[in-house]
Every structure is written in structure tokens, then in C-alpha cells.
């Protein structure tokens, strides 16, 4: 597939993530000259017609700098101080830039629940959208002061990619000091190859990012490639891009060489499309060969092809769904609580009242709140 990248001018809206590093030095704090660079460009893409929201990272590194905390690892509570910190430094300092073009910043600090739960997801979106209407610049990024290990997003990477879809965003651009995917990481492997264009996020794509994303891997490659998933799945295209440059949105239209992501020909409706970039799902449900048949063709997940059921979820929180060698296949809301599925796993649904003692749905998994994960339907 022949990139259908032009200039980012054709996008109708577009959501921009920053990485730390382009924005705080380690020793001079934040980079003004560069940020006044990239306001240039924002309002220039503003002025073109697109919506423009930025996911901007640095709070902690602007914190510590600030600071003066010296250099190392930050236990947690050391990072939360240093967002507090760096947070309105950081604001500040998009406000003023983007008012030297004559446009207004908002500022939207997200959690994970926000983007995770049905309800505070609306919600985050309705203001978001609201702050477009009103010609606003959504300035956003996680709450990370009340973020704690096992409740956060941890990079903006994923989290950009949400707001992406939560936004229906047609164009992601990750800017970072790598300008773009390799075939191996290119600092370890002379022989690694430059992927100017990934038509679909395979499992051979995934493999070259490295492995699961780990405490190392936060916010490198693997995280990424996550972020592609969920945006080009909602139809989003993405673009890693180097940030290192001034003006990178420029470069990216002059020229400067980037990967890009093609979104998915068919993405899901916004509702499945909440369901497919959950995070953390509650639980996980293993089907048979027969029942992945029927879920490819679109059919309901019934208890009969449900072969185990792990972790402790309630009626409509997020599954995934794994097939006989344990790799996810889907995901879906679950339409019983863990212990309610775990009894009418196996059986028919004609049976399900005897063994409840009520009339449940006749499926664990309905199709309308169920979709199939993108990556092994083009694998
Ligand atoms: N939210 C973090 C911060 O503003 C950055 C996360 C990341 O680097 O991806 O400091």
C-alpha cells in the first residue's frame, strides 16, 4: 500500500504527542525555542482548518528540573511531587506559546479510569469536544500527581492513541527522538531496516518492537506499535516521526522521512472501538476451536465454546478472549459476573435458568459488545 500521506493540512483532525526529551533538557529545563517552533506549526495547521489536540509529556522531567532532583530513578511518590511541579510549568508554558499565535490553550489532565470506564470516557470526550467548538487547543496529558503504579497509563504513547479514537481523530503523530519503526532497534542491529510504511500491525510488525512492554520499554517502541493498534484499528492513521528538529510538522510535509501507519479499511463502530483499546481487561475467557469459528463470522459468544473463565469480573466489564493456545482472539464486555460465568461455562444456553435460578442471556458475550482483535484478523 502506496502511503496516502500528503501533507497533514488534508486531516481533518489530528492529534499530536510530545515526548519529554524534546521538551526538557536535563540541565536547562524546558526547551523554549523548540516549543515556539512547534506552536508555529500547531497554529499553522489551525489556521488551515484541522483540529489540533497535543498530548504533551514532560511534566515529571520539568518537575525534577525545577526541582533540582539529581538524576536516577523516582520511586513513585517522587514523580507524583514532580508533576505536581512540572504540570503548571508545562501549562504555562503552552499557554503563552500558543498565545503568541492567537490561540487559546485548555489543559485536560486524564486518568486511566477516565478512558477505561463507559461513563467518565463520555464524559472526557463531551469536554474535549467542547473545547474544539470553542476553538480551543486541548493541551492534555495523564493526571500523573494522583497516578499510582497500577492505575495509570505509565506512557503517552497509549495514551495519545486513546484520545485519538476517543475523539475520532483521522491522523496520530508521535514525535519522539526516533524518527520512525525499524526492522530491529537500530542502536543494537547496523543491518536494521527503516519502515517507511506498515499497511497492518501483524504479529511479524509487533515482534520488531521488542517484547511486552516492560518497565524498560515504557514509552519506546512497544508502546508504539500499542498506540498503533488501537488508532489505526478506529480508523486513525499514525505517524512516528522525529520530533528532534524544529519545526518537526513541517519536516514531516517537506519530506523528512517517517513510517507511517495505514488506518484499518474497516474500523469498528466508536463503541467497540472503546471496547477494543481497554488496557487492563477484567478477565479473560478461553473457547474452543467451534466457538472461534463462530466469532469470526460474527456470531455471539454462547457458553457452550467457553472452555475456562479467569479473574474476578462483573457483568459488563471488558474480557478478553483467548482461543485454544492461549493468544487473544477478541475482546468483549461479559454479559455475567466471573462466578456466574464460571457455572455455565461448557453448558448449554437452554440450561443456563437451572443452573442460576434466573433466565439469563442466552449469550456470555453478545456480537453487538464484542470485536475481534485487529492484528490476528490480518495476520
Ligand atoms: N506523563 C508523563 C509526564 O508528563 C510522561 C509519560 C511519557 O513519557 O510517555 O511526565
Not at 528540573?65 to 505536581?84: D, I
Not at 532497534?185 to 517507511?196: C, G, Q, T, V, W
Not at 472452555?307 to 466489564?317: C, H, I, L, W
Request: aromatic share 4%; net charge neutral; with cysteine.
Amino acid at each position: 500500500m502506496v502511503s496516502g500521506h500528503t501533507s497533514l493540512e488534508a486531516y481533518r483532525r489530528v492529534v499530536i504527542k510530545i515526548g519529554s526529551a524534546l521538551l526538557v533538557d536535563r540541565s536547562q529545563g524546558l526547551k523554549k525555542q523548540w516549543l515556539d517552533a512547534m506552536c508555529a506549526d500547531i497554529a499553522a495547521l489551525k489556521r488551515a482548518g484541522v483540529d489540533v489536540l497535543v498530548v504533551s509529556s514532560g511534566a515529571i522531567a520539568l518537575g525534577r528540573s525545577v526541582l533540582s532532583v539529581p538524576a536516577g530513578a523516582l520511586k513513585l511518590e517522587e514523580s507524583q511531587a514532580a508533576a505536581a511541579v512540572g504540570q503548571i510549568a508545562l501549562a504555562r508554558a503552552w499557554s503563552e506559546g500558543l498565545a503568541g499565535h492567537a490561540f487559546v490553550a485548555g489543559q485536560i489532565l486524564l486518568t486511566l479510569g477516565d478512558t477505561e470506564e463507559r461513563r467518565r470516557y463520555l464524559n472526557a470526550r463531551a469536554t474535549i469536544d467542547q473545547l474544539l467548538r470553542l476553538g480551543a487547543i486541548p493541551i492534555i496529558n495523564e493526571n500523573d500527581t494522583v497516578a499510582t503504579s497500577e492505575i495509570r497509563y505509565g506512557d503517552n504513547d497509549r495514551l495519545a492513541a486513546r484520545v485519538a479514537t476517543m475523539v475520532g481523530a483521522d491522523m496520530l503523530i508521535l514525535l519522539s527522538d526516533i524518527d520512525g519503526l525499524y526492522t530491529a532497534p537500530p542502536h543494537l542491529d547496523p543491518n536494521a531496516e527503516f519502515l517507511p510504511q506498515v499497511p497492518a500491525i501483524t504479529p511479524e510488525i509487533e515482534a520488531m518492537a521488542g517484547g511486552a512492554a516492560s518497565e524498560l520499554s515504557r514509552g519506546g517502541m512497544r508502546t508504539k506499535i500499542d498506540a498503533g493498534k488501537i488508532a489505526t484499528g478506529a480508523g486513525c492513521a499514525m505517524i512516528i516521526a522525529s520530533g528532534k528538529v524544529e519545526h518537526p510538522l513541517r519536516a514531516v510535509d517537506n519530506g523528512a522521512r517517517f513510517s507511517w501507519f495505514a488506518p484499518s479499511a474497516s474500523p469498528v463502530t466508536a463503541r467497540k472501538t472503546w471496547i477494543a483499546g481497554h488496557l487492563q481487561p477484567a478477565g479473560k475467557i478461553s473457547v474452543d476451536q467451534g466457538a472461534e469459528v463462530a466469532l469470526g463470522s460474527g456470531k455471539s459468544l454462547l457458553p457452550a465454546g467457553v472452555t475456562a473463565v479467569v479473574g474476578a469480573f462483573s457483568r459488563g466489564d471488558t474480557v478478553a478472549i483467548l482461543d485454544v493456545n492461549g493468544r487473544e482472539i477478541a475482546r468483549g464486555l461479559a454479559a455475567y459476573d466471573a462466578d456466574e460465568a464460571r457455572r455455565i461455562a461448557g453448558k448449554k444456553s437452554g440450561d443456563i435458568e437451572a443452573i442460576l435460578g434466573y433466565a439469563g442471556r442466552a449469550a456470555m458475550i453478545h456480537r453487538d459488545d464484542l470485536v475481534m482483535s485487529r492484528a490476528r484478523a490480518t495476520a
